[in-house]
């Protein structure tokens, strides 16, 4: 009996142990992907200065809001890889004015979220090869710096991990992105507007300076909180001219309402799967061999036993 028994808990725990690294592997592999149907709007706030082209002058502490739509693109997404579409605006939040737009297009990795060259990748609809990380971080997230792309100035900058913080309830990951004063563009300018002497234009470097705060959710990779500290000026002979864009915009409380509700599932199943599961699986699986061993010795030991002899009989 005690032989049958064993057998079983050896076949239990050879199973348990296959299904340890399946379950790690397979089934919560299969969950640890960007949907290819993602959509998702968010809206940045602060107040900014910037330079109102139409009338020809620069606008301080307007409130301003920078309205973001990203859209996967389905038909052009496989099952490794999904193309996002993303199109910017930002406008004065009281007047409505129109400050600048934005849009890019690019295709990565449904796990890690790092940037694959395919899918007619571009930014402001000139073609931009990108790299690193492009949205969003890695399903669980590590506590340690990661390549991210800048489409300001077309390449990647290092994303330095910074701390944990919660947020509203959730643990978060902080990262933070320096970009250091880079030309980007010409401006041409009124000599008058851009406080200058004489007539006429005068055409200067376009300088954009940048610190990019993430706030990511470690298990799904997903940014729930995102500050943009952003400075765009027009430089002639060394010398700021004019101001173009300047100052800190930052996701509102709806739109982090919004971003934490997206990490629900991925909070609450994928450490499970990924984790406690093929752990708990591993336990039981040598469990379940050591008990097995344990009653194959004690049963061959019985058997060995020699047999008492009766009372009043030789032993031989």
Not at 191 to 217: C, K, M
Request: charge should be negative; proline fraction near 4%.
């Amino acid at each position: 009996m005690r032989r049958t028994v064993a057998v079983v808990l050896i076949a239990l725990g050879v199973f348990s142990l296959a299904m340890a690294p399946l379950m790690r592997t397979w089934v919560a592999g299969s969950l640890m992907k960007t949907p290819l149907d993602y959509y998702a709007e968010m809206v940045n706030t602060g107040q900014v200065d910037y330079f109102n082209i139409e009338d020809v002058e620069e606008v301080e502490d307007a409130e301003v809001e920078a309205h973001t739509t990203v859209r996967a693109d389905v038909a052009s997404s496989t099952d490794d890889t999904v193309v996002w579409d993303q199109f910017t605006w930002i406008k004065d939040g009281e007047t409505d004015f129109g400050i600048s737009s934005t849009s890019r297009r690019g295709g990565h990795d449904r796990v890690t979220g790092e940037g694959v060259d395919c899918c007619d990748p571009m930014v402001d609809d000139e073609s931009v090869t990108q790299n690193g990380q492009l949205w969003k971080f890695p399903f669980f997230t590590e506590q340690r710096d990661y390549d991210f792309f800048e489409t300001m100035v077309e390449e990647t900058v290092p994303m330095e991990f910074d701390g944990v913080e919660t947020i509203k309830g959730v643990e978060t990951y902080r990262f933070v992105q320096t970009v250091e004063p880079t030309v980007v563009d010409e401006q041409t300018v009124p000599r008058e507007v851009a406080g200058l002497d004489g007539d006429g234009d005068v055409t200067g470097d376009v300088e954009f300076s940048l610190t990019r705060t993430y706030w990511i959710e470690p298990v799904s990779g997903s940014p729930v909180n995102v500050s943009e500290d952003q400075h765009r000026v027009v430089v002639v002979d060394d010398e700021e001219v004019l101001t173009m864009l300047s100052g800190e915009l930052s996701y509102t409380d709806a739109t982090i309402d919004q971003a934490i509700e997206n990490t629900e599932q991925a909070r609450q199943y994928l450490p499970l799967l990924h984790t406690t599961l093929p752990i708990g699986s591993l336990i039981v699986g040598v469990g379940f061999i050591g008990v097995a061993v344990v009653l194959l010795v004690t049963n061959r030991r019985g058997d060995e036993e020699p047999e008492t002899p009766r009372y009043g009989e030789r032993q031989v």
